[in-house]
């Protein structure tokens, strides 16, 4: 048996889906960008404006290049998957896959998404690594940070707090003892909390106006770790905005689901491999399959295999960064003023693919593809 799992956000990176899959896909990349208003491939490609990092943007360009990838496993022959299943906003090429609604159809929703996700200021988000729930948990109720919340159930050890921004700046070093780590995320706002209850709200109102059809593969939802029910889709997305992403106890429930022990598969569609690096996280250890690096179609010129460069350059990245620049270099921004700013932490990666750095005064990381020494 087999799943096919669709990344989220924090997988984004310039490059990603490379020209070959962009190129094959002609016709739906043209509908992406009529109902998008630019250019969905030099977004992806290029980010000459520096958007990609930009919630509303990101959404469909992570929506756009999982679903091409998904498309192109189908031209290539592969059979559909047993299940499927995608974090937060790769849900979205779940149910794209299983049927539930056309590929214009799920720009349109990613759009409105990013939209209202992105207009939901005054929140933060941070990674705590090595860390269990339970701890984290301890920490904030201990010191009356009642406004943060656990928002994403990674691994059992990879969990993300996401609220009010100056509680979640207060949790940071209350976390980060001994072996814990605590990574800030650069988002816009409390993503799966309490938070984003009036997006919540606007996004259902929104999607009255879709009609979705029943899965026609099993898609295991990011808030109950089950399956969709018939007719629940709409709600069931709109409740995803505001609820945790129980990403580790999908990956228990699929494992469960093979028909002998250790026997079910999985599969990364789309850019990156995050998932795919969870997964031993998360205890598997049946089969996983490396992700596919979509090649052109015959009458398309081959590209070269983009993913894995960009995962290579962005280590060497990091290691050349460190190896020049030490902590408090001055440096400035394409996405800041142009006054100087310093370094605070070491260049690092992030995601597996992410070559970043954290500056003073800033809470989110920085590419280091966005800033240049001063």
């Not at 149910?95 to 939209?115: I, Y």
């Not at 690594?129 to 109720?141: K, S």
């Not at 009356?144 to 990879?158: E, I, K, S």
């Not at 059809?213 to 709109?238: C, G, H, K, Q």
Request: with cysteine; glycine share 8%.
């Amino acid at each position: 048996m087999k799943t096919y799992m669709f990344p989220g956000q924090g997988s984004q990176a310039k490059g990603m889906g490379g020209a070959a899959l962009f190129d094959a896909f002609a016709v739906e990349v043209a509908q992406a960008d009529d109902v998008l208003g630019y250019s969905i491939r030099e977004l992806c490609l290029e980010d000459p404006r520096s958007e990609l990092d930009n919630t509303q943007f990101t959404q469909p360009a992570l929506f756009v290049v999982n679903a091409l990838s998904f498309l192109a496993r189908r031209r290539d022959g592969h059979a559909l998957p047993d299940f499927l299943a995608g974090h937060s906003l790769g849900e979205f090429n779940a149910l794209h896959a299983a049927g539930c609604f056309d590929f214009a159809t799920g720009v349109r929703l990613v759009r409105k998404r990013g939209e209202l996700m992105s207009q939901a200021s005054g929140g933060a988000m941070a990674a705590v690594v090595n860390a269990d729930p339970a701890a984290i948990e301890a920490t904030l109720r201990e010191n009356g940070l009642d406004r943060v919340y656990l928002a994403n159930f990674n691994t059992p050890v990879q969990i993300v707090i996401s609220g009010d921004r100056e509680q979640v700046a207060a949790a940071q070093p209350l976390l980060q003892k001994g072996r814990v780590l605590v990574f800030p995320l650069k988002t816009s706002g409390a993503f799966h909390t309490p938070f984003m209850a009036d997006a919540q709200k606007e996004f259902e109102a929104f999607l009255e106006g879709v009609t979705f059809m029943d899965p026609a593969i099993p898609v295991v939802a990011n808030i109950s770790a089950l399956p969709y029910e018939a007719t629940t889709v709409a709600a069931t997305l709109a409740s995803q905005i505001a609820s945790p992403v129980r990403w580790a106890a999908t990956i228990a429930y699929l494992v469960g689901r093979g028909e002998a022990a250790d026997s079910m598969a999985f599969e990364e569609i789309g850019h990156g491999d995050v998932l795919t690096k969870m997964l031993r996280a998360n205890g598997v250890t049946a089969k996983v399959v490396p992700p596919a690096v979509v090649e052109a179609a015959p009458s398309v010129p081959a590209a070269a295999p983009a993913v894995a460069v960009i995962g290579k350059d962005a280590a060497g990245k990091v290691e050349a960064w460190n190896r020049q620049h030490p902590v408090g270099t001055r440096v400035v921004s394409s996405q800041t003023s142009p006054e100087p700013l310093r370094t605070r932490t070491e260049a690092i990666l992030l995601f597996g693919h992410r070559a970043a750095v954290y500056l003073d005064g800033y809470e989110g990381y920085f590419d280091l593809d966005d800033i240049a020494v001063a």
